[in-house]
């Protein structure tokens, strides 16, 4: 059986991610179960560039298909920010994502509400020394108070009007029924199944 790495070191999108995986002719193997240590520095200036990084230096070291992504969060009232940035948007060495969501919402104050904004992830598949990219989306709004306990990063403050939830109150197959990760990565499964 063909084995595809995940080429991250986030242990909240290696449980999404397999979940998403479920059911998928390949073996899921993760940088622990092959005691890899790979820091890869997101510095590009777009999330293709991002996770088209990740996924090749993973796949150049052990020689596997390998899946990386980037994703972030988009505020129309702040145009677009923290988008690439979402990870290190507080200006806060060290900071936490309760951290980053504090700083968001302070950037927001007196601003008028409804604060739009939309999740956006885009995968790298990495096969043969070639990248395809998937893409996926998810439109909501910030909210000025957590929500939640599930989830990570902007989840508690990230609400789905259709729900009336945010998406940290989401069970993870809920989330992975919507979020811009699952539409991502259930794209890029078709791919996969053309592939093996």
């Known amino acids: 059986?063909?084995?595809l790495l995940l080429a991250t070191n986030n242990r909240h999108k290696i449980i999404e991610?397999?979940?998403?995986l479920k059911g998928l002719n390949i073996m899921i193997t993760t940088p622990s179960d092959l005691n890899l240590i790979l820091e890869v520095e997101e510095n590009a200036g777009t999330?293709?560039?991002?996770a088209a990084q990740k996924a090749r230096a993973f796949g150049d070291e052990t020689g596997l298909i390998s899946l990386a992504?980037?994703?972030?969060l988009e505020v129309d009232a702040l145009g677009g920010l923290p988008g690439i940035y979402s990870r290190r948007f507080?200006?806060?060495?060290?900071?936490?994502?309760a951290d980053r969501r504090a700083y968001l919402l302070e950037r927001l104050t007196g601003i008028p509400?409804?604060?739009?904004a939309h999740?956006?992830?885009?995968?790298?598949?990495?096969?043969?020394?070639?990248?395809?990219?998937t893409k996926g989306d998810c439109?909501?709004?910030?909210?000025?108070?957590?929500?939640?306990?599930?989830?990570?990063?902007?989840?508690?403050i990230f609400l789905l009007p259709e729900f009336s939830l945010t998406m940290a109150e989401l069970s993870l197959n809920q989330k992975n029924q919507v979020s811009h990760r699952a539409r991502a990565i259930q794209a890029a499964v078709q791919i996969l199944r053309q592939h093996i």
């Open 139 to 156: 439109f909501g709004e910030i909210i000025p108070e957590e929500r939640g306990s599930h989830g990570f990063g902007y989840d508690p």
């Open 119 to 133: 999740f956006h992830c885009t995968v790298a598949l990495y096969m043969a020394g070639n990248i395809i990219f």
């Open 47 to 50: 999330y293709e560039e991002n």
């Open 69 to 72: 992504d980037d994703s972030g």
């Open 90 to 97: 507080a200006p806060i060495d060290g900071a936490t994502d």
């Open 113 to 116: 509400r409804p604060w739009k």
């Open 1 to 3: 059986m063909r084995q």
């Open 17 to 20: 991610i397999q979940a998403l």
